[in-house]
């Protein structure tokens, strides 16, 4: 279990670095069409777009992989500890009411 958890951990790293770079790459194309629009409004809104766009991506994949983490810890690590649990009770026929009566 500690392998595929690593494994997927390590995938998810990489595959947000991949993201990561492309998201950068494309805000800085955005902000190099919006600079030199040289005032051409057309120009200037698919360079907004682009910078928007790539934020949007950036975000999306932070989201994401918070996502996965919470799945991943979620598995790894549950909150109940299934050892705790008390065996069921049988049935005895002693059993006086919890009311004190």
Same mark, same amino acid.
């Given at each position: 279990?500690? &392998?595929?958890?690593?494994?997927? @951990?390590? /995938?998810? =790293? *990489?595959?947000?670095?991949?993201?990561?770079?492309?998201?950068?790459? $494309? $805000?800085?194309?955005?902000?190099?069409?919006?600079?030199? %629009? @040289? =005032? %051409?409004?057309?120009? !200037?809104?698919?360079?907004? @777009?682009?910078? !928007?766009?790539? /934020?949007? +991506?950036?975000?999306?994949?932070?989201? %994401?992989? =918070?996502?996965?983490?919470?799945?991943?810890?979620?598995?790894?690590?549950p909150g109940i500890e *299934? &050892? @705790?649990?008390?065996?069921?009770?049988? +049935? +005895?026929? &002693?059993?006086?009411?919890? &009311?004190? +009566?």
């Amino acid at each position: 279990m500690e &392998d595929l958890t690593q494994t997927i @951990s390590n /995938l998810v =790293g *990489i595959l947000l670095g991949i993201v990561g770079a492309v998201g950068v790459g $494309f $805000f800085i194309y955005g902000a190099y069409l919006y600079l030199t %629009a @040289s =005032g %051409a409004p057309h120009q !200037m809104e698919r360079g907004k @777009s682009a910078m !928007m766009t790539a /934020l949007a +991506g950036i975000v999306l994949a932070l989201v %994401a992989y =918070g996502v996965v983490e919470l799945v991943m810890n979620a598995v790894v690590n549950p909150g109940i500890e *299934i &050892d @705790s649990v008390p065996p069921p009770e049988t +049935g +005895g026929g &002693d059993s006086s009411p919890s &009311d004190g +009566g």
